[in-house]
């Protein structure tokens, strides 16, 4: 059974700092990995999507990688702004259509 | 851009109700999914949708329906609403070449059953 841990739980840091969020998971037989963002009450943004056979897709600040051997993914925020705090979900897509979602990194970013 | 509307951000209804939740598409995409957040188990999927007319049990189906007449539209129906379904309902959309396209998730309906 496919099971997506991400560590830490939670993060705050200042502003300007890089940071890296981890996401992990058991089955490496995925279609792709794909990076959410949430913002309190409301629904996910799709960030990024790694497709199984790349390494790393980048979008303005954020870069994601993917590690299938290992079960790994890693996202990138460089340059970290207060706007950026929010939840972020990583979730990997099994089978099907199914996505299996992790629990999620809450990030603040203080001024 | 995608965009995935559900038609309430906020309902509140009784036990015993029948609970409809709707969510349009406007991408013409051929999937469709419903799933539940709850603090500490993360989003959940109900069920999904391959086609019009067509669905697929998820992982937490029990005391749920659905129903796909057309292809924009899915919609969630609790049939006997219980305390045990307040939650957060979201609903996503994707196109059929899952390898390399992503979900797309409306803003979320809170539901709270009194």
């Known amino acids: 059974k496919q099971e997506v841990t991400q560590i830490p739980a939670a993060l705050s840091v200042p502003e300007g700092e890089n940071l890296v969020l981890n996401c992990s998971f058991t089955d490496s037989a995925i279609y792709n990995l794909q990076w959410f963002r949430q913002d309190p009450g409301k629904g996910l943004t799709s960030l990024l999507l790694?497709?199984?056979?790349?390494r790393e897709q980048t979008s303005g600040r954020l870069n994601a990688s993917l590690d299938k051997s290992s079960g790994r993914s890693t996202l990138y925020i460089a340059a970290s702004q207060p706007g950026d705090s929010a939840t972020y979900l990583c979730?990997?897509?099994?089978?099907?259509?199914?996505?299996?979602f992790g629990t999620g990194t809450r990030l603040q970013v203080f001024p | 851009d995608v965009k995935v509307t559900q038609s309430s951000r906020y309902l509140v209804k009784r036990t015993g109700e029948k609970v409809f939740l709707e969510c349009v598409q406007d991408?013409?995409?051929?999937?469709m999914f419903w799933y539940r957040q709850d603090p500490g188990l993360g989003l959940r999927l109900i069920y999904f949708?391959?086609?019009?007319?067509?669905?697929e049990k998820g992982d937490i189906p029990e005391g749920y329906s659905v129903s796909r007449e057309k292809k924009e539209r899915f919609s969630l129906i609790l049939e006997s609403a219980s305390t045990n379904q307040t939650s957060m309902y979201l609903c996503?959309?994707?196109?059929?070449?899952?390898?390399?396209?992503?979900?797309?998730f409306g803003d979320g309906t809170r539901l709270s059953i009194l």
């Open positions: 979730a990997v897509r099994r089978g099907t259509d199914k996505l299996i």
């Open positions: 991408m013409d995409h051929e999937n």
């Open positions: 790694i497709q199984s056979s790349q």
């Open positions: 996503a959309s994707s196109s059929r070449d899952i390898a390399i396209q992503p979900q797309h």
């Open positions: 949708s391959y086609d019009v007319k067509m669905k």
